[in-house]
């Protein structure tokens, strides 16, 4: 059973940085894309980043392209959000999510994720 459990939101100034965790078990995730999405209130979710588990391809969104950037740890079996210059329009719900097509893709779509996490809240104020 794959479980994804994310970690690292918090309350933060604008101009300031966190970093986000998901922790993947379950499966060998070799094959595997991993996303980051993010839902703000009355809002749809939205892409943010994506990785190919091996790290090497990956995407992001021109909203925070150089601001933000995906990683991944084979040891630890985790994959990281970097987010650095914050903005009060990047508070939202952040998910961490995997697709078991990563082999072939790295999607931006949400409905191309087989497994999501719980979500962590990221509030940035001005």
């Known amino acids: 059973q794959v479980q994804l459990v994310e970690s690292g939101g918090g309350l933060v100034q604008a101009g300031g940085s966190l970093r986000l965790s998901c922790a993947a078990s379950?499966?060998?995730?070799?094959?595997?894309?991993m996303g980051w999405f993010r839902q703000a209130p009355g809002q749809e979710r939205e892409f943010v980043a994506a990785?190919?588990?091996?790290?090497?391809?990956?995407y992001y969104a021109d909203s925070v392209k150089g601001r933000f950037t995906i990683s991944t740890d084979n040891a630890k079996n985790t994959v990281y959000l970097q987010m650095n210059s914050l903005k009060p329009e990047d508070t939202a719900v952040y998910y961490c999510?995997?697709?078991?097509?990563?082999?072939?893709?790295?999607?931006?779509?949400?409905?191309?994720?087989?497994?999501w996490g719980q979500g962590t809240q990221v509030t940035v104020s001005s």
């Open positions: 999510a995997a697709d078991n097509f990563g082999a072939k893709r790295v999607a931006v779509r949400a409905s191309k994720y087989d497994y």
């Open positions: 379950g499966r060998t995730f070799s094959t595997y894309a």
């Open positions: 990785i190919r588990w091996s790290g090497s391809s990956t």
